[in-house]
């Protein structure tokens, strides 16, 4: 007979019950301490012991089973000490001190429970992800079966947007976004007979695939077994209180001991062990994390318990996924190359207008560059697309494609300069065909969140000692985004196992924080001692499989949460060492006879009050963790950012005047040039001015002075510098009647040089400044 169908609702029950324990013996403890203070008042001596009594009572009951656990652990924690003095108050009738001991033990547990509001990690999301039924193809009829009924050798179909079912080899090609097992953002091709793993998805068109793998031994069923087994492997937090009790323990034993013997009177002992009651221990390191805990929740990271923030505090090793973690997990339009004759904008428009109506993730890309650059799009007519090809349609009377091109196709010399330039930059190409006539290529990548340099220099300052990649897309891409943020290493091309391998192998070493974003990503989350997922748009596996969840789209929250947890860890251990010295001094005083356990116990009150107040400094802002804008130079940021994208196309302009110099200066060339110069003098040097002083004088204080923004009030001179320069040989060739061969060389490198400085600048203004603003 099968009982797990009653098990679960009983656990839940039982789970309930011990959730409310702590808070239910609060209110008991408080109430008999407020009783009997009630009737001491009125004189009723006998009735206050009672109600004090009983609320001595209420705390040694669960403080007994809690001890049982704890030696049933193998670590003898700190409520030993506390259900020592409760029994030794109850023996020696000191029931004031009992009912004051009995509210600062409780009020402790309590504290420690809302710190460590442990949530469940059994990646519901993934497997509501996997699919649950596939459709088997026999004698030309399609059936659907459910999964566990599939076998190796069906012949299965998988529609446009199905999750593959099992693995198996293509019998036909198709488009798959692997993202969910990769982390990869682009729709990758695969021909027939090519192996494909379950968990992908279909972005084409219908396919027909051979199973090569049960349901149980596909790779999906697999990488759920991983995460579940590698959370298995995770070892529970000590709590930071019991680890300070393994040396004050012993040390208030032995001092109580010590008073009884020498002196013969069981009341000092129990004096001793009122004052001895290691409250800072059970006050401190609680109200500290928990303060902590509710510090980061106001910036947007969820942080599961107090456990996590405590290991968070002491990581030292930091592992980063790269798509969604490290980029935007959303391709980019990087560049556009016009064909002779064609300028970049109205190649960006007329791509744009196109793949208005399709699907694809790099179409959405073009369409957003075109939108953010105030681009007027066209209605397209009779758009179609063919899969893992691209669309085509009619725009303003021309028959328009974009998408793929075989390279055979491509002869011009720009064509293949366009080539060169994806295959380095590991760029994705969309190109644009004209009534069958090559107009252009889009340049496409998924880019480096702008607030990933700053995010990385602010967690090495934390404590992070070692910061490397994993990451399962193409080592080349891999590699170039960590030798721009500088990583200490990078691994590529891993698979969710491997990833789980090089956590394990990071654990090894030092404390180790995995931070990732896709179902790919869960079982190294669950392996990590702390797991940390990129919550806003990453998969809800992820975020179940974590122990902290960033809900915004910003990683440099990961940076605050670093420095909040190690803030708080300082504070808690302060206030943990600063109460038990106190206790200590207490405990001399009752030894001696000069601190009865009543007067003790509300002198422990003192301590305890002054030590929670310590640690409620962790609910401050730390200024250094992140500057904070004002509203008007949040406004500030806002416009300029949207100015930057705006500006594109005159960086498009100036870099497109310095190819022409090499290859026809003529009339033409020379009119490319003034133009650029028109765009720089019109747009581009207000704009620059307005940041020199609008913008930089509004962040100098956030940033600490007008020195943090020389180094680009630098590069604002050396833009305006080389604009002058280009005006100089526009003088000049006026007067000459045309570009003269001796302005060539230098006009050209202005050009270059300029493109260069502005690429450069803007980016250094977007990692360090506009990332500020939410």
Known sequence: MDHSAGTGPVRRLTAALFAGLEPALLTTAAAALAAGGMAWVVGAGSLADLFWGLGTVSAIVPAVGWVLAALHRGHAGVDLIAVLALGGALAVREYLAGALIALMLTTGRTLESAAQRRASHDLRALLEHAPRTARRLTDAEVHTVLL?????????????????????????????????????????????????????????????????????????????????????????????????????????????????????????????????????????????????????????????????????????????????????????????????????????????????????????????????????????SDVTEEPGRGASGAVDGHRLSVGRIDTPDVPSAWARAVDNRALLDGAAVAWLTVDEHLAGAILLRDPIRPDVPRTLRHLRTAGIERIMMLTGD???????????????????????????????????????????????????????????????????????????????????????????????????????????????????????????????????????????????????????????????????????????????????AVRDAADGLCDSPGPKTLAAVEETHRLLTERLLPHEYAEEHQLYPALAPTLGGPEATATMSRAHTEIERLARRVATHLRLAHARGGLAPDQLDDLRSCLYGLHTVLRLHFTQEEENYFSLAP
């Not at 488009?175 to 097992?181: M, Q």
């Not at 298995?232 to 001092?255: G, H, I, K, M, Q």
């Not at 970049?344 to 073009?366: C, F, G, K, N, T």
């Not at 030092?510 to 896709?518: L, N, P, Q, Y």
Request: proline letters at 5%.
């Open 148 to 380: 566990a009924e599939v076998g190796v050798g069906d012949l299965l179909v998988v529609g446009p947007g199905e999750v593959v079912p099992v693995d198996g080899r293509l019998e036909s090609a198709a488009v798959l976004d692997e993202s969910a097992l990769t982390g990869e953002p682009l729709h990758i091709e695969r021909a027939p007979d090519e192996a494909v793993r379950s968990g992908v998805v279909n972005a084409g068109g219908a396919f027909e695939l051979r199973a090569t793998a049960t349901e149980q031994d596909s790779t999906y069923a697999e990488i759920v077994r991983l995460a579940q087994q590698a959370g298995a492997e995770s070892a529970p937090v000590v709590r930071l209180a019991d680890r300070y009790a393994a040396w004050f323990l012993p040390l208030s034993l032995a001092v109580a001991g010590l008073a009884w013997l020498l002196s013969g009177s069981a009341v000092r002992a129990v004096a001793v062990l009122v004052v001895a009651t290691p409250c800072p221990l059970l006050l401190a390191a609680p109200v500290a994390i928990v303060s902590g805990l509710s510090r980061a929740s106001r910036l947007g990271v969820v942080i599961r318990d107090g456990g996590a923030l405590e290991n968070l505090g002491r990581a030292r090793t930091l592992l980063l996924d790269k798509t969604g973690t490290l980029t935007g997990g959303r391709p980019r339009v990087l560049d556009i190359a016009a064909a002779p004759g064609w300028k970049p904008a109205e190649v960006l428009r007329l791509a744009a207008s196109v793949d208005q109506y399709s699907p694809h993730v790099l179409a959405h890309a073009i369409v957003d560059a075109a939108r953010e650059r105030g681009l007027g799009l066209s209605v397209p």
């Open 474 to 652: 193409r080592a080349e891409p891999a590699h170039e985004v960590a030798t721009v943020l500088g990583l200490d290493g990078v691994r590529a091309e891993l698979d969710p196992a491997d990833k789980v391998a090089a956590v394990r192998a990071e654990r090894g070493r030092a404390i180790t924080v995995m931070v990732g974003d896709g179902v790919n990503d869960a079982p190294a989350l669950a392996a990590a001692d702390i797991g940390v997922a990129m919550g806003a748009r990453g998969s809800t596996a992820s975020s179940e499989a974590a122990d902290i969840v960033l809900t915004t789209d910003r990683v440099d929250r990961l940076a605050d949460a670093v420095a909040i947890a190690g803030r708080a860890r300082r504070i808690a251990v302060q206030s943990a060492l600063g109460g038990m010295l106190m206790s200590m001094a207490a405990m001399a005083a009752a030894a001696a006879g000069l601190l009865p356990p009543a007067a003790g116990a509300l002198l422990q009150e003192g301590i305890d009050a002054a030590v929670i107040l310590n640690a409620l400094r962790a609910l401050r802002v730390d200024q250094a963790t992140r500057p904070t804008l004002t509203p008007a130079a949040e406004a500030l940021v806002h416009r300029f950012a949207a100015e930057h994208d705006d500006l594109q196309d005159v960086l498009d």
